[in-house]
């Protein structure tokens, strides 16, 4: 099955540049593949295909050179199961470039003519060149892109997924749901998964919320890393042990959310998505497919999964899904393998399903009783915080806008400002931590409460004593700004956020 989002780069290249014709170009891109030991794999009249070198630790990628009287063009592909380059495809292209000038600079074109006719007895067939296939149409583009959502043997449960997850989505969309930001409520609604909900009854969001998305972007991102992994691992695990792996992890990846966030709503099938990375790392840590493959797919699943971990330690992100669903897909891997290594009877190929069946199942329960006996705040009410707090970030930011006053700003203009702006938008934020006082909240939330409302009274008194010291146009107000800035830093890091 053909997939289209390999990473790629191409270079069109005039042979007028070299002085040289098509046969003398020839023979010196030979020369200097063989300089950069590039392995050379196919050779015609019309240019080569060649292999960049690879190692455990890097990944190799396809190169191509098409020749005719007038031009070169230049191919650099990832394979190996890459999904990112890093722009490695481009430095291919122009390493080759480099090798190629300094070799013409020192090659004489009668050394070149000779090498040319040494490389005649390569060449394939004019008739059958695999380089003068004409380009993909862009309806075989379309029936490749279609091809990802029809179900064949080797890959039948992931396109029975992205539909489903489309499906979902899509009629969210048409229900009325947010396409690009969808509020807290209406995720709920569709049942994403959060702590009071989840472990106040409704159990079944840990399955819901690896179906539900959060915009477009997140749906489409998630559904692209799915399609991946689903063609590189599907035939491997086949029907069963693929559905099976998908939800287990799932679902711990959505408990380990619930265990760890305790105010958040998440959603998105990221953690049953890491989860099948975890699966093939795991099974790639074995002798389960064969070695060259082996390297070139761990490195870059690696280095996939490092990459999206180290995203996710961004704000808004649920990396204890994304952690809990690769350490859940590592273990279930590893108990697949025996199954794998040796077919033998339906025993072997059920019993880790079975085992980690019940295990997430006890588990469940144990992190359900412990977070209910530490009680669950009222539903109602932490949805009302989350509403009036996003209000005071919004007006936080306003505030905070007199630091980036122009220098030519004049003094009333700043006045104006620090009085009009931030003064008025620090009183509105102590307001709206007045009103949540009165809700059911859990302990964490109203001591962060406490020190949002002194965050504020300092930022107030601190605004105070500029425009003061403006408006008298002193400094004496100095030493008690520092001890301030000292204190409201305290409390931010407290609060876990870092002033830029």
């Given at each position: 099955?053909?997939?289209g989002?390999t990473?790629?780069y ?16 020839l023979a010196?891109a030979?020369m200097a593949l063989?300089?950069l030991?590039?392995k050379?794999d196919?050779t ?9 070198r690879?190692s455990a630790l890097?990944m ?6 098409v020749?005719d ?19 490695k ?15 013409r ?5 009668e050394?070149?003519?000779?090498r040319?006719?040494?490389?005649i007895?390569?060449?394939a ?8 296939q004409?380009?993909?149409t862009?309806k075989?583009n ?10 064949v ?8 997924l992205l ?9 969210m ?5 947010s396409f ?5 409520e209406?995720?709920l609604?569709?049942g ?9 009854g ?5 399955v ?12 489409l ?7 991946l992994?689903?063609l590189?691992?599907?035939p491997y695990?086949g029907?069963?042990?693929?559905i099976?792996a998908y939800?287990l ?6 408990l ?5 966030n ?9 953690g049953?998505?890491f989860?099948?990375?975890g699966v093939?790392l ?10 060259d ?25 649920d990396n204890?899904a994304?952690i809990?669903?690769l350490?859940?897909?590592?273990i279930?891997g590893?108990?697949?393998y ?7 009877t ?5 019993a880790?399903i079975g085992?980690g ?18 009680g669950v705040?009222n ?11 996003e ?10 806008e007199?630091?980036n006053?122009p220098?030519t ?20 934020n ?6 949540v006082?009165?809700?059911?909240l859990s ?9 949002l ?11 105070g004593?500029y ?6 146009n002193t400094?004496?107000?100095e030493?008690r700004i520092?001890e ?17």
């Open positions: 099955m053909a997939f989002f990473p790629k191409a270079q069109e290249y005039l042979l007028a540049q070299t002085n040289l014709d098509r046969k003398q170009f010196l030979a063989e300089k030991s590039w050379i196919y015609s009249t019309n240019g080569f295909m060649a292999e960049t690879k890097v190799p990628f396809a190169i191509k050179i020749v009287d007038e031009k070169v063009m230049l191919y650099s592909e990832s394979i190996g199961g890459s999904m990112y380059d890093f722009g495809n481009k430095k291919n292209i122009r390493k080759f470039l480099e090798t190629l000038e300094g070799l600079a020192t090659t004489l074109h050394d070149l003519e000779k040319y006719e040494a490389m007895p390569d060449f067939e004019a008739e059958n060149d695999y380089l003068l004409p380009p993909a862009m075989d379309f029936d490749d892109f279609v091809s990802l959502f029809k179900p043997e080797g890959y039948f449960i992931t396109p029975v539909i489903t997850n489309l499906a979902i989505f899509i009629l969309v048409i229900l009325g749901v690009i930001n969808p509020d807290v209406s995720l609604q569709w994403a998964n959060f702590r009071p909900v989840t472990v106040g409704e159990w079944w969001r840990l819901s919320s690896t179906f539900i998305h959060i915009g477009v972007i997140h749906v991102m998630n559904m692209y890393a799915l399609t992994i689903g590189l691992l599907e695990l029907k069963i042990r693929f099976s939800i992890t799932g679902i711990l990846a959505s380990c959310s619930l265990w760890w305790e105010n958040s709503v998440s959603a998105g099938a990221s049953a998505i989860g099948m990375y093939f795991a099974m790639l840590s074995t002798n389960l497919i064969e070695k493959q082996r390297k070139n797919l761990l490195t870059s699943i690696g280095v996939f999964v490092g990459y999206n971990l180290i995203f996710g330690l961004k704000e808004g992100i204890a994304h809990g669903g350490i859940s897909g590592l279930i590893y108990g697949f025996p199954g794998l290594k040796n077919a033998g339906p025993l072997r190929k059920f880790p085992v069946g019940i295990a997430t199942i006890v588990l469940c329960i144990v992190v359900f009783e412990n977070l209910a006996s530490s705040p539903v109602n009410d932490l949805i009302r915080y989350e509403e009036r707090m209000k005071f970030y919004i007006q936080e930011s306003m505030a905070l007199i630091y006053m220098e700003a004049t003094e009333r203009e700043l006045l104006s400002e620090i009085r009009n702006r931030g003064i008025y938008y620090w009183k509105e102590i307001k709206i931590l007045n009103e006082d009165g809700l059911e302990d964490n939330i109203q001591d962060r409460n406490k020190a409302r002194k965050y504020c009274e300092l930022r107030l008194e601190l605004y004593l425009y003061a010291g403006i408006d008298e400094n004496k107000y030493t520092m301030i800035d000292r204190a409201i830093m305290t409390i931010l890091e407290t609060l876990g956020v870092v002033e830029d």
